[in-house]
C-alpha cells in the first residue's frame, strides 16, 4: 500500500469509513496494521483528537520526565550511521574513553544537581575494529566494553545512589543479565524493522549493529529476563509510514509477550553540517505528531509514548496535541551529547508549558511507576535504591523541590 504524504495535494478527506474506524480505536485502544495504514492518510486533527482522547484513557493529565546526568562513557563505536555525530574514530576531536575517576565526578555532579538518573551512552562494541578500545579496556581489567559498563554502572550505584539507566546498543543475554544487576532500566532504540535501510547509500549501510533482527533478539532477551526496556522509533531517516508502522507494530509484540516495555521513544531525525546525511530533508513538525498519534493509537493508552522536547526546539509544546505522556530525560548538568546543537528545555520552562496547557507535570526515575513495584523487574540492589527515591505513587520522592518537581 503506498501512502501519500498527508500534506500532499489532492489528499483525501476524511470519510466516514475513517471517521468509523478512528471512533473504533477510540473504544478499543489500538489498532492493527490495515488500520493504522489507514488512519496514516487521516487529516491530522482528527487523528490527533482520537490520540489525545486514548492518552487521557490510560494516563489522565500527567505528563512525566526524569532528572537525569547524561554520561557518554565512549564515543568509539564500530557503527558507521549516516546521520550520528556522536560516534568518532580514535584520534579524531571528541574521541574518547571515560575513565572511572571521570564517571564518578560526572555522576556525582548529577547527584548535586538533584538528577535521580545516570543516562549512560556509548558506541556499540568498538573494541571489534579499534585496538585502542581493546587497550583501554585491558588496562581496566576488561576485554568488552559491555562488561566495562556493567561495572561503572555498579559504580554509580553504589558511590552516588544514582539509578543507572544503559543504553549500548546490542546486548546478548549475559550482557543483560550482568546489567541488570545494576541498572533500573535498559534501552535500545529499535528504530527501524527494515533491513531495507541497511542498503548501500542508506543510513544503516556500514553499521552491522543495525541489523533489525540482532536489535529485536535484544529486546526480546530483556523480556525474557524482566528487565524494564526503553526502545522507539527514528523516523526521517529514508523509511516510509508503512516501515514506521511496521517498527512500531513490531516492539507492541514483543511487549504484548513479556510485559517489560516500558516505554516508547519517537524520535525525529535533525541534520547537522558534520554527517553523510547533512542534505537530507528533516521531518516536519507534522510528520512528527502523525507518527505519535499513530503510535498512540497502535500501542494503546497503557503505554508510556515519549518524543524529545529538545529535537522540536520552540514547537516542543505542540508534542502533547499528538498523545505523548513523558518528556523523556532532561539534564541540569550535561548537554545532549547525541544531538549537542539541540539544548534541553529549562524544567521551570518545561513545567509552565505542560501545565499551562491542563497537564500536570511529574518527575518519574529511570523506572517507570508502574514498574517500581514489580520485584521481578529489580534486583535487590537496585530495588534497596529505589525505595528512597519513589513515593507511594511511584513517582519520585519530593526532595524540597516544588511538590511535583
Not at 541540569?332 to 499551562?356: C, G, H, M, Y
Request: glycine share 6%; aromatic share 6%; with cysteine.
Amino acid at each position: 500500500m503506498s501512502i501519500p504524504p498527508h500534506d500532499a495535494p489532492g489528499h483525501p478527506a476524511m470519510n466516514p469509513e475513517v471517521d468509523e474506524s478512528l471512533a473504533r480505536a477510540r473504544a478499543s485502544g489500538s489498532v492493527g496494521r490495515e488500520a493504522a495504514l489507514q488512519f496514516a492518510q487521516a487529516p491530522l486533527p482528527n487523528l490527533l483528537a482520537a490520540a489525545t482522547e486514548i492518552r487521557a484513557a490510560g494516563k489522565g493529565n500527567e505528563i512525566s520526565f526524569s532528572k537525569k546526568v547524561f554520561i557518554p562513557l565512549t564515543t568509539l563505536c564500530r557503527d558507521y550511521c549516516s546521520y550520528c555525530t556522536f560516534r568518532k574514530d580514535p584520534g579524531q576531536p571528541g574521541a574518547h574513553f571515560m575513565t572511572p575517576n571521570e564517571v564518578l565526578a560526572l555522576a556525582e555532579q548529577g547527584r548535586q544537581a538533584g538528577c535521580k538518573e545516570a543516562l549512560f551512552s556509548l558506541g556499540d562494541q568498538p573494541e571489534r575494529i579499534f585496538p585502542e578500545a581493546s587497550e583501554f579496556l585491558s588496562k581496566q581489567g576488561f576485554t568488552r566494553t559491555l562488561d566495562y559498563l556493567a561495572a561503572m554502572c555498579e559504580l554509580v550505584l553504589e558511590k552516588t545512589g544514582l539509578l543507572p539507566h544503559a543504553n549500548p546498543g546490542v546486548m546478548d543475554r549475559a550482557a543483560l543479565m550482568h546489567l541488570k544487576e545494576s541498572n533500573a532500566s535498559v534501552g535500545l532504540m529499535l528504530e527501524n524493522v527494515s533491513p531495507r535501510l541497511m542498503r548501500d547509500d542508506l543510513p544503516h549501510a556500514k553499521a552491522p549493529d543495525k541489523v533489525p533482527a540482532l536489535r529485536l533478539r535484544t529486546i526480546e532477551e530483556a523480556g525474557k529476563l524482566s528487565i524494564a526496556f526503553t526502545t522507539g522509533i527514528l523516523i526521517g531517516i529514508g523509511e516510509t509510514m508503512e516501515e514506521r508502522i511496521d517498527s512500531l507494530l513490531a516492539i507492541r509484540t514483543l511487549h504484548e509477550e513479556y510485559g517489560h516495555i516500558q516505554e516508547v521513544i519517537i524520535q525525529n531525525f535533525r541534520a547537522k553540517p558534520e554527517i553523510p546525511m547533512a542534505a537530507h530533508a528533516e521531518p516536519s513538525l507534522e510528520d512528527m505528531l502523525r507518527t505519535i498519534a499513530l503510535a498512540r493509537l497502535i500501542l494503546g493508552p497503557h503505554m508510556n509514548v515519549q518524543a524529545p522536547p529538545n529535537l522540536s526546539y520552540g514547537d516542543f509544546p505542540r508534542l502533547l496535541e499528538a498523545g505523548i505522556n513523558d518528556w523523556g530525560g532532561i539534564s541540569p548538568v550535561t548537554k545532549d551529547f547525541i544531538n549537542p546543537e539541540a539544548a534541553w528545555p529549562q524544567i521551570a520552562r518545561l513545567q509552565a508549558e505542560t501545565e499551562s496547557r491542563g497537564f500536570v507535570l511529574r518527575e518519574r526515575l529511570a523506572l517507570y511507576p508502574e514498574f517500581v513495584r514489580r520485584e521481578e523487574f529489580l534486583s535487590p540492589r537496585v530495588r534497596d535504591r529505589v525505595a528512597p527515591l519513589s513515593g507511594a505513587d511511584g513517582f519520585a520522592r519530593c526532595t524540597g523541590l516544588a511538590a511535583r518537581i
